[in-house]
C-alpha cells in the first residue's frame, strides 16, 4: 500500500546573513495510514523542521513531500491550503487563543472553513467530549490546566476531520503523569478513527509509549527507521544506541577499546541466574555495563551489555554458553560507535 506521507530527498537550508544552516540534508520517509509514527533526535537534529516540512508550512528547499500521493510542491495555494486541513498540527504550547472560551476555541478552524455556528457548536461538544472535557465547555484558557489546554487543542484539531495529525514536542511542558494521559488520549484517537499520527519528540519514553514506529534524526539525516521494537531492541546506529541507552538523565556512558557484547532477549524471565551461571561455568569475571528491561507493545525485552574478560579463550567461551541458552548475542565492535 502507498504510504499516506512520503517524504523525498528533503532538504531544508537556512541563509542567514553570514552563515548557512543545513537542517535537513536529504530526508527519505514513508510513513503508512493508521501508523504513530516517532521521529525522536537530540535538540538542533531537525525535527521540528522535518515536522514543519510534512504540510509544506516550510518548504523545503529541494525535495518534496507526498501526502496521499498528491505533490505538495505541485499544488496551487488554494490547493495546498485546502491540503493542510487535512492535516492538523498541535504544539507543545498549546497556542489556543487566550480570549476565547474553549467552544470557540475548538470552533475557530470551522469558522474559517465556513461551517455554519449551529454545526460548528454541535460538532465542538462532540469533540469535547471525546477528550473528556465537557465540563469546561464555558472555560478560558487561562483557567485550564497544561493537560486540559492540550486536550482542547487536540479537539480543536479534530475539528475539521484530519487524515493526519502532526504533534510537535505535544507532551513536552507536560508532567509525567499528564503526558501518559494525553498519550492515551492520541492512541485512542488513532484506533478510534484511524488517524495517522506522527510525533515528534526528544523523549524517548513517549516513544516507548505510543509509537508503532520510528524515525532517528541526527544532524538532518534519518540515522535509523524501523518498528520500535526492531529499532529498541537492536539499535544499529550510534544516535539510535545513545537515545535508547541513555539514562533518565539523558547521559551515556562512553565505552571503548574492549571487547563488549549486547545479549538480547524477549521474555519475562530474568538475567541474573544466566550470567551467574556463565562467571561460574567460564571462571572468569564479567563487567555488566548495562541491563535494561523495557515493555514494548506489551512484551518484555531485556537487553545486558557485558565487557567480557580480556582472555580470548574465556570470552568465547561466554560467548558460547549465551548462544547455547538460545539468547542473541550481538558483539559491539565499538560500544559507542
Ligand atoms: N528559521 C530558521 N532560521 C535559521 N535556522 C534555523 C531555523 N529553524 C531552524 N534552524 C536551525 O536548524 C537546525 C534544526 O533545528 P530544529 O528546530 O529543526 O531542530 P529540533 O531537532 O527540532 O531541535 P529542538 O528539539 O531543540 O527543537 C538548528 O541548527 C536550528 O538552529
Known amino acids: 500500500m502507498e504510504a499516506i506521507i512520503q517524504v523525498r530527498d528533503v532538504t531544508k537550508t537556512f541563509v542567514g546573513k553570514d552563515n548557512k544552516v543545513e537542517a535537513l540534508k536529504g530526508i527519505n520517509l514513508d510513513i503508512h495510514k493508521g501508523e504513530i509514527y516517532g521521529i525522536i533526535g537530540m535538540s538542533g ?5 522535518l515536522v514543519r516540512c510534512l504540510n509544506f ?8 513531500v507526498f501526502i496521499e500521493g498528491k505533490d505538495l510542491s505541485q499544488l496551487k495555494e488554494g490547493e495546498l491550503r485546502k491540503t493542510r486541513t487535512e492535516i ?11 480570549q476565547r472560551n474553549v467552544i470557540d476555541n475548538i470552533c475557530f478552524p470551522m469558522e474559517i472553513k465556513g461551517t455554519s455556528r449551529k454545526d460548528a457548536v454541535k460538532r465542538a ?4 467530549e471525546i477528550v473528556g472535557l465537557s465540563e469546561k465547555a464555558k472555560a478560558y484558557p487561562a483557567q485550564l490546566s497544561g493537560g486540559q489546554k492540550q486536550r482542547v487543542a487536540i479537539a480543536r484539531a479534530l475539528a475539521n476531520n484530519p487524515k493526519i495529525l502532526l504533534c510537535d514536542e505535544a507532551t513536552s511542558a507536560l508532567d509525567p503523569t499528564t503526558t501518559k ?4 488520549l492520541l492512541k485512542e484517537i488513532n484506533e478510534k478513527y484511524g488517524i495517522t499520527i506522527v510525533i515528534i519528540t526528544h523523549e524517548m519514553a513517549v516513544v516507548q509509549e505510543i509509537c508503532t514506529h520510528v524515525a532517528i534524526v541526527d544532524s538532518g539525516n534519518l540515522a535509523e527507521t524501523g518498528t520500535v521494537e526492531e529499532v529498541f531492541s537492536r539499535p544499529k546506529s550510534s544516535a539510535a544506541r545513545k537515545l535508547v541507552f ?8 562512553e565505552m571503548t577499546g574492549k571487547r563488549c557484547i549486547r545479549i538480547v532477549f524477549k521474555s519475562n524471565s530474568s ?3 544466566v550470567i551467574a551461571n556463565m562467571v561460574l561455568a567460564c571462571k572468569a569475571p564479567v563487567n ?3 541491563a535494561d528491561t523495557k515493555d514494548i507493545g506489551g512484551v518484555a525485552h531485556g537487553q545486558m551489555i557485558l565487557q567480557l574478560p580480556d582472555e580470548a579463550v574465556a570470552a568465547e567461551k561466554m560467548i558460547q554458553y549465551l548462544r547455547d541458552r538460545n539468547l542473541e548475542v550481538e558483539e559491539l565492535k565499538n560500544y559507542v560507535g
Open 125 to 128: 461538544k462532540e469533540l469535547l
Open 57 to 64: 508550512l516550510e518548504r523545503p528547499t529541494t525535495g518534496t
Open 271 to 273: 538475567f541474573e541466574p
Open 288 to 290: 555488566i555495563l548495562l
Open 88 to 98: 492538523a498540527m498541535i504544539f507543545q504550547h498549546f497556542n489556543l487563543l487566550m
Open 45 to 49: 537534529a531537525g525535527k521540528s523542521t
Open 181 to 184: 494521559a494525553i498519550l492515551a
Open 246 to 253: 541513555q539514562d533518565e538523565n539523558g547521559k551515556y556512558e
